[in-house]
């Protein structure tokens, strides 16, 4: 079993940063897939980014040149540096986690981007 405990949401004003981490704990022996995804009030969860264990990575086009991910496999954490937020960036944040394969999610994390 593997958990996977987030952090760094918060409330930030229109054009500022916010950096979140998630880090997975428990019987892990690697870490395929890496992702963030986010779900706005009455919206689909929606995938934001995602990085391979070999480095690869993938954006959704809202966020393309405004986010980054990127992943330390000695401590099991996946980051994503968030620049240039927008009010339609607010969302609970989720990271998800594919091990041995199987998936695993967060518990989210709030961002809110104020205008």
């Known amino acids: 079993q593997v958990q996977l405990v987030e952090s760094g949401g918060g409330l930030v004003q229109a054009g500022g940063s916010l950096r979140l981490s998630c880090t997975a704990s428990g019987s892990i022996f690697g870490i395929a897939i890496m992702a963030w995804h986010r779900q706005a009030p009455g919206k689909q969860r929606d995938m934001v980014a995602i990085?391979?264990?070999?480095?690869?990575?993938n954006y959704a086009d809202s966020v393309q040149g405004r986010f980054t991910i990127s992943r330390d496999n000695v401590k099991n954490t996946v980051y994503l540096q968030m620049n240039s937020l927008k009010p339609e960036d607010t969302a609970v944040y989720y990271c998800?986690?594919?091990?041995?394969?199987?998936?695993?999610w967060g518990q989210g994390t709030q961002v809110t981007v104020s205008s």
């Open positions: 998800f986690m594919i091990e041995r394969g199987t998936g695993y």
């Open positions: 990085i391979t264990s070999s480095g690869n990575t």
